[in-house]
């Protein structure tokens, strides 16, 4: 077998590393804090400036919140700083 190019794995080792420190500051920072400090760099990685990156980020934390806290009742970790908002 071939390995893929050095930068090709240099983006899968960056990806890994994102989501693993995805993982662990979910519950602490909470779903819409988390995923958006998760998805300003991978879209980056992916190509995105950081304009597109940043909306890309607020609109998927925050959209996706919206749809799976309030629409589908899923209960999501919401972090220290958002609790006080929602109560």
């Given at each position: 077998t071939t390995w893929a190019p050095s930068p090709v794995?240099?983006?899968?080792?960056?990806?890994?590393?994102?989501?693993?420190?995805?993982?662990?500051l979910f519950d602490k920072?909470?779903?819409v804090l988390s995923t958006?400090?998760?998805c300003l760099p991978?879209?980056?990685?992916f190509g995105g400036n950081?304009?597109?990156?940043?909306i890309a980020a607020v609109g998927l934390g925050?959209?996706?919140?919206?749809l799976f806290d309030?629409?589908?009742?899923?209960?999501?970790?919401?972090?220290l700083w958002?609790?006080?908002l929602l109560g």
């Amino acid at each position: 077998t071939t390995w893929a190019p050095s930068p090709v794995l240099l983006r899968i080792g960056a990806l890994f590393l994102i989501v693993l420190v995805y993982a662990t500051l979910f519950d602490k920072l909470g779903f819409v804090l988390s995923t958006v400090l998760m998805c300003l760099p991978v879209a980056r990685l992916f190509g995105g400036n950081w304009r597109q990156a940043a909306i890309a980020a607020v609109g998927l934390g925050a959209g996706l919140f919206i749809l799976f806290d309030r629409v589908l009742d899923v209960v999501l970790p919401t972090g220290l700083w958002l609790k006080p908002l929602l109560g």
